[in-house]
């Protein structure tokens, strides 16, 4: 939900809405909630506009790049990183091998 509060900013509001009802079940009344979400919102494009960033830079470099878990396994390179190696990029997420210690 959107909300132009009185000085004219734009906020993203979270709503919660639940029915209370009497000891017969008749509706008597709502309970609503309110939460400005606009800082988180606007937190949320921060990283999604810097993850692309981030992306853009690594697959754009001439040097190869790669991340690997504790067991040697490759677990992101780019495309650099397989032209390096001497691997085909169709085939590099396939037969990179575990880095051993």
Known sequence: MKSSPKDGSRR?????????RNATGRIV???GIV?????HK???EALRH???KYRS???????GFFEVDLAGNFTFFNNSTCLLLGYPKKKCGHELPAIHR
């Open 42 to 44: 606007q937190a949320m």
């Open 50 to 52: 810097s993850e692309e």
């Open 29 to 31: 009344a709502f309970r």
């Open 12 to 20: 993203n509001l979270e709503t919660s809405i639940s029915i209370i």
């Open 57 to 63: 830079i690594l697959e754009n470099i001439e040097e």
């Open 35 to 39: 939460r400005d979400r606009t800082g």
